[in-house]
Structure formats: structure tokens, C-alpha cells
């Protein structure tokens, strides 16, 4: 039995920490580039992915995200 008229609310969410994930603990590993194509893999290449499935699916979508200050 769904909760809705459409069927039962879902939310999603998808933590994208770009490089902030690996140069937080240590900041010279910004030097390193294997580590920063890492952390840009996921907004570059992941992100567009996810997009597309969600469209697939005509899953409404809205973000939200911060900076590092």
C-alpha cells in the first residue's frame, strides 16, 4: 500500500567530496596528481552519470553544495 497517490517517497543523496577528501589530512598530497584525477573523477565523469540516470527515470533533482573556506 503506498503512502501517496504516486507511491512512496525516495531520497536520495550523493556526497561529492572532490579533492577535499584526500588533501584534508594531508595538504601536500595536492602535489601528487593521481590523487587530485581522484577527486575530480567524481564531478567530471560521476556526476553527468548520475544526472542521466535520474533524467532516465524522471527523477526530480536538486543540489546543494559548499565550498571549502
Known amino acids: 500500500m503506498a ?3 504516486k507511491g512512496f517517497p ?3 543523496t550523493f556526497d561529492l ?3 577535499t577528501m584526500w ?3 594531508d595538504p601536500k598530497k595536492a ?3 593521481i590523487i587530485m584525477s581522484q577527486g ?3 564531478w567530471k565523469v560521476g556526476l553527468g552519470r548520475i544526472l542521466k ?3 532516465s527515470y524522471s527523477v526530480l533533482q536538486h ?3 559548499r565550498g571549502l573556506s
Open 10 to 12: 525516495v531520497l536520495f
Open 63 to 65: 543540489f546543494s553544495y
Open 31 to 33: 602535489e601528487r596528481p
Open 40 to 42: 575530480a573523477y567524481g
Open 53 to 55: 540516470l535520474l533524467n
Open 3 to 5: 503512502i501517496t497517490s
Open 17 to 19: 567530496d572532490v579533492e
Open 23 to 25: 588533501t584534508s589530512r
